[in-house]
């Protein structure tokens, strides 16, 4: 089934252009109905224009109350028929005015392995803590920031002569990867919600290790 979407960023919008370059190349079975930036000068409204997808500008500054630059975003999504909600960068949060008429339908991608470092600059806390397994999570979106029930988790290692955007980097090729592919069992219907717990039905468990360390174990705590 195709599913309609619409992406919401505020900066690059590599992952919407991820997203979009995998709609063209038959990966994943959505269209774009309209991509709404809250900041005129995101790259990622011009991604979307140059891929002839409808782009709206909504600056949050302009309104009020949060509520309404919420109420906005909702009559421009209605209006579009769009299905889902894909948060794609965007830097704000949503309350729940915005998210009741989408509920259960709202996806976002944060640059860590949730529940560690929500919030801004995720690549530089797990820089500064010192982990040793970064990653990136694609999850729905409740009325918490970085909180809602987790779809898919992707690890990579972390240096000890990382900085921030040496680390964003690894972790953000793997964003490209996640974010289709979890949209893409969205549209296949695969995704089931229990609570907290989040069931892809058909997919297999992971089999690549049974473990995964960094650094690696050696012998001969690696038998
Ligand atoms: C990504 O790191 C994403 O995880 C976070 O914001 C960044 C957006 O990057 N939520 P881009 O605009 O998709 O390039």
Known sequence: ?????????????SNLQSIM?????????????????NNPDALGLQRAQKAGIPTQCV???EFPKREDFD??????????????????????????????????RVVNIHPALLPACPGIEAQAQQVDYGVRLAGCTVHFVDEKMDHGPIIIQAAVPAYA??????????ILELEHRIYP????WIAEGRIQLQDRQVQVQGV????????????????????
């Open 181 to 184: 592919q979890a949209l893409q």
């Open 59 to 61: 600056m949050h500054q």
């Open 161 to 170: 002569d990382d900085d921030s955007s040496r680390l964003g980097a690894r």
């Open 204 to 223: 297999a468990r992971s089999t690549s290790s049974r473990w995964w360390t960094n650094p690696p174990l050696e012998a001969p705590f690696d038998q």
């Open 1 to 13: 089934m195709t599913i309609t979407l619409g992406v919401l960023v505020s900066g690059s919008g």
């Open 71 to 104: 109420i906005q975003l909702v009559h421009i999504l209605q209006d579009a028929g769009v299905e889902w909600v894909v948060l794609a960068g965007f830097m704000r949060i949503l309350t729940p005015v915005f998210l009741a008429p989408f509920a259960g």
């Open 21 to 37: 370059d995998h709609i063209a190349q038959g990966t994943l079975d959505a269209t774009i109905a309209v991509v709404i930036a």
